[in-house]
T-cell receptor, first 110, second 117 residues
Framework: KNQVEQSPQSLIILEGKNCTLQ??????????LRWYKQDTGRGPVSLTI???SENTKSNGRYTATLDADTKQSSLHITASQLSDSASYIC?????????WGAGTKLIIKP | NAGVTQTPKFRILKIGQSMTLQCTQD?????MYWYRQDPGMGLKLIYY???????DKGEVPNGYNVSRSTTEDFPLRLELAAPSQTSVYFC????????????????FGEGSRLTVL
């Protein structure tokens, strides 16, 4: 069964600190992997899309990594800001289907 | 540029009532989707459309219907609302995918929170 699992379920860090969110997937065949940011009460917004051949991709203070061999991805947030408080969702595409993780809820405290 | 617009934002229904969630996009995207998001769960695809006049079922279509008469609009109809349909509903549209499969970059609306009592 195709699955995307994210950890931790929730995370609280202080403003200015770094953090890393994890995504493990058991999806076949693999097409690409996406990270979305979802603010409370809003729709998801794309942060990055990674294909099989990409190991690292950055979008400002967000850096995503992909290890297709171990079927793991991570999202690293550098120098966190209050506006980073949100849910971060990992999504894996398999052919035409998108398999969504449940998300990691990140809270940044001042 | 409004992007994807959903209405209403909030709605309370009684069991057995029907209603339509409206979705419109102004990006001229061919592909549109309806998802539901339940607490602690990943988004689930209800229906999708690859163009005007063409719709298809997603993972959880039971209890819902859609139509796509224009490129811009993709309404979702709930018939005979049930408590299990209490959820947050998201409409999305996608830009042309690079490899001609219907999952290019997704742009989401703000969501419609539905409660069935």
């Amino acid at each position: 069964k195709n699955q995307v699992e994210q950890s931790p379920q929730s995370l609280i860090i202080l403003e200015g600190k770094n953090c890393t969110l994890q995504c493990n997937y058991t999806v076949s065949p693999f097409s690409n992997l996406r990270w979305y940011k979802q603010d409370t009460g809003r729709g998801p917004v794309s942060l990055t899309i990674m294909t099989f051949s990409e190991n690292t991709k950055s979008n400002g203070r967000y850096t995503a990594t992909l290890d297709a061999d171990t079927k793991q991805s991570s999202l690293h947030i550098t120098a966190s800001q209050l506006s980073d408080s949100a849910s971060y969702i990992c999504v894996v595409r398999s052919n035409y289907q998108l398999i969504w993780g449940a998300g990691t809820k990140l809270i940044i405290k001042p | 540029n409004a992007g994807v617009t959903q209405t209403p934002k909030f709605r309370i229904l009684k069991i057995g009532q029907s209603m339509t969630l409206q979705c419109t996009q102004d990006m001229n995207h061919n592909y549109m989707y309806w998802y539901r998001q339940d607490p602690g769960m990943g988004l689930k695809l209800i229906y999708y459309s690859v163009g005007a006049g063409i719709t298809d079922k997603g993972e959880v279509p039971n209890g819902y219907n859609v139509s796509r008469s224009t490129t811009e609009d993709f309404p979702l109809r709930l018939e005979l609302a049930a408590p299990s349909q209490t959820s947050v509903y998201f409409c999305a549209s996608s830009s042309p995918p690079r490899d001609r499969t219907p999952t290019g970059e997704l742009f989401f609306g703000e969501g419609s929170r539905l409660t069935v009592l």
